[in-house]
């Protein structure tokens, strides 16, 4: 099991506050940890990760990168994005543990297709346009 980071706010200690808060004690506000997140949907969380890991710009540019082919294995995509084959695999990890990307292993290579191609290119298009949209109305 891997140990906690120090500043992470588990659930227990917010409730021990709370209990102190009851007893009479004044409860401090809450800090940005330890807003209930927890009572967010699923698929409304899981669109969150999806947003801010598009948002960056290097993962932003793959991710068009794999819209406009079929399939690509690392090192293509590393020279059309003029990146080191390691900074192109560090920027799959979490498009994969998303499930934005599917892999596949041929040989020594690894294949990389859009899960949802079609909806994730829609995606794309509706950002450029609320780009293009909202830059114009300044």
């Given at each position: ?38 009572d967010m949907p699923e ?13 960056s710009p290097k993962a ?52 990389y297709t859009l899960k ?23």
């Amino acid at each position: 099991m891997r140990p906690r980071p120090p500043d992470a706010v588990t659930l227990r200690s917010f409730n021990d506050r709370r209990r102190g808060f009851l007893d009479g004690n004044a409860m401090p506000r809450k800090t940005a940890r330890e807003i209930d997140w927890f009572d967010m949907p699923e698929p409304d969380y899981r669109a969150s990760r999806l947003l801010k890991a598009l948002g960056s710009p290097k993962a932003f540019a793959l991710v068009k990168l794999l819209a406009r082919h079929d399939v690509l294995n690392v090192e293509e995509m590393a020279s059309q994005l003029h990146r080191t084959p390691s900074d192109v695999s560090k920027m799959l990890k979490p498009l994969r543990d998303l499930d934005v990307v599917r892999f596949q292993k041929d040989g020594r290579y690894t294949l990389y297709t859009l899960k949802d191609r079609k909806s994730m290119e829609t995606l794309l298009h509706d950002a450029e346009e609320y780009t293009r949209k909202s830059s114009a109305a300044r």
